[in-house]
């Protein structure tokens, strides 16, 4: 986890008024973890990441975009904040806010097995394409099997999961946020 998220987290926390224990319990994250997060210190699920982004009222693109962003930016690999859930590695790439969405671009590698996400929201979509591996995705009620090469797009407002079926999965997942992402506390 980078400093710049840490304290990103408890700027927002701090504007918005609440205490470590006030965000703790919206975001149903321990305390203790939630001050670490904030020293840059931590290893927070995905799971762990939203809750906050979303009780602060910000998207994870927001959460990690940089105040000052040169011009070329340049991600090498092995750089980048690197998220670990259950199975799945996800490097974030860059993240950007345009005039009419907010985005984050990953490099998605999943162990054998399955990843399940919930819902993002109304208006986030995500975008798939597999390099190496194969793998179901999208929402649970209409998964779709890709090989390398194959692409998918699908709205991300409900439950949708993952699922490397050969051992590990590479893929690139970029997610777009609508410009204005609606309170979800």
């Given at each position: 986890?980078?400093?710049?998220?840490?304290?990103?987290?408890?700027?927002?926390?701090?504007?918005?008024?609440?205490?470590?224990?006030e965000?703790?319990?919206?975001?149903?994250?321990?305390?203790?973890?939630?001050?670490?997060?904030e020293?840059?210190?931590?290893?927070?699920?995905?799971?762990?990441l939203?809750?906050?982004?979303?009780?602060?009222?910000?998207?994870?693109?927001?959460?990690?975009?940089?105040?000052?962003?040169?011009?070329?930016?340049?991600?090498?690999?092995g750089?980048?904040?690197?998220?670990r859930?259950?199975?799945?590695?996800?490097?974030?790439?860059?993240?950007?806010?345009?005039?009419?969405?907010?985005?984050?671009?990953?490099?998605?590698?999943?162990?054998?097995?399955?990843?399940?996400?919930?819902?993002?929201?109304e208006?986030?979509?995500?975008?798939?394409?597999?390099h190496?591996?194969?793998?179901?995705?999208g929402?649970?009620?209409?998964?779709?099997?890709?090989?390398?090469?194959?692409?998918?797009s699908?709205?991300?407002?409900?439950p949708?999961?993952?699922?490397?079926?050969?051992?590990?999965?590479?893929?690139?997942?970029?997610?777009?946020?609508?410009?204005?992402?609606?309170?979800?506390?």
């Amino acid at each position: 986890m980078t400093m710049q998220v840490g304290s990103k987290i408890r700027a927002a926390r701090l504007a918005r008024g609440l205490s470590l224990n006030e965000l703790s319990s919206l975001a149903s994250v321990a305390k203790a973890t939630l001050a670490q997060l904030e020293r840059g210190q931590g290893n927070p699920t995905l799971e762990t990441l939203t809750s906050l982004a979303t009780h602060l009222g910000m998207s994870l693109p927001e959460l990690f975009s940089a105040a000052d962003t040169p011009d070329p930016q340049v991600t090498r690999a092995g750089e980048g904040l690197v998220i670990r859930d259950d199975g799945l590695a996800l490097r974030l790439v860059h993240s950007a806010t345009g005039e009419r969405a907010l985005y984050e671009i990953f490099d998605l590698r999943l162990a054998e097995g399955a990843y399940e996400s919930g819902s993002h929201g109304e208006g986030v979509l995500e975008h798939l394409i597999v390099h190496d591996g194969e793998m179901l995705v999208g929402p649970h009620e209409g998964r779709v099997h890709l090989r390398p090469g194959d692409f998918i797009s699908f709205s991300a407002n409900c439950p949708h999961s993952y699922e490397s079926l050969h051992g590990e999965t590479r893929a690139t997942l970029v997610v777009f946020y609508p410009a204005r992402v609606p309170d979800r506390r």
